[in-house]
Structure formats: C-alpha cells, structure tokens
C-alpha cells in the first residue's frame, strides 16, 4: 500500500504542479488555461480538441495526470531494483526531469497528433527547466518520502 501512496501522491504533486507551470508559461504567450488542456488533449485527438470545449480540455486534464501517474510509477519502480534513486534523490530526479522532458520532446510529441510546431530554443529550455525541478524533483522527493 506505501507504494500506491507514493504513486499516487507523487503524480498529483507533480500534475498540479507541473500544470501550474505550463498555465503560467501558457498565459505569457496570451493562452488560456482551456486552451492549453486543449493542446495537451491533441495528442490524442489533433486539430479537433481545439474544437472540442471544455470536454476536450478536461480529456487533456485526464490526459496530463494519466502522464504524471506514469512517470511517478516508473521512478517509483525503478528505485525499488536501483535504491539510490531515493538515496540521492534530489540529484536523480532533477535527471530524471531531463528525462522525462526529452522523452516526451523527442519520442511521445513526434509519435502523436499534436499539431506540429517550429522548434523554439526558448520553449524547450524553459520546459527543461520546469521538467528538472518541479517534475523529476517532485516526483523523486515523495518517493523518497515514502521509501
């Protein structure tokens, strides 16, 4: 049962932190918060979760945690085989964000219906950012918590 708590608890400090994150970096390009779980939702829907309302931006909200579970179940995992993930937790999930940020930029966006955009340096440096220290961090310090 700790480990479900650790799970569950993880991905939703990192999903609401992380999606406080990008609703702030969204909003400083004149996005909305609907927009933006709209975007996120296109992954799976494309061009039609713009259209969408707030159903598809509440099937991005679904999706967005469905993610942060994911990845805090994959740490959690792992750092049952390799114990200095929780032993050095602070290092292991700032790399563990780059990670996650890298996975998601190069892998899971390309394969999806996102719409596709011109690479900006600005964008992927500040996800970066926000990917190591509240994402990989987040998830690595509750872990730890409970481990």
Known sequence: ????????????????????CA????????????RLLQFIASGAFGESAFKGGKGSAAAGCLLHFSIAFVAAAVYYATSRSLP???????????LYGVIIH??????????SRTPKRKFS???????????????????????????
């Open 1 to 20: 049962m700790t480990g479900l708590k650790a799970v569950v608890l993880a991905g939703l400090v990192c999903g609401v932190l992380d999606l406080i």
């Open 23 to 34: 609703a702030a970096l969204f909003r400083l390009v004149g996005g909305s918060f609907e």
């Open 84 to 94: 200095f993930l929780v032993s050095h937790a602070f290092a292991c999930g700032i």
């Open 102 to 111: 890298l996975f998601m930029s190069f892998v899971v966006i390309p394969l």
């Open 121 to 147: 340096a600005s964008s992927f440096l500040s996800q970066l950012v926000v990917h190591m220290f509240v994402v990989g961090l987040s998830i690595s310090l509750v872990v730890r918590h409970f481990s």
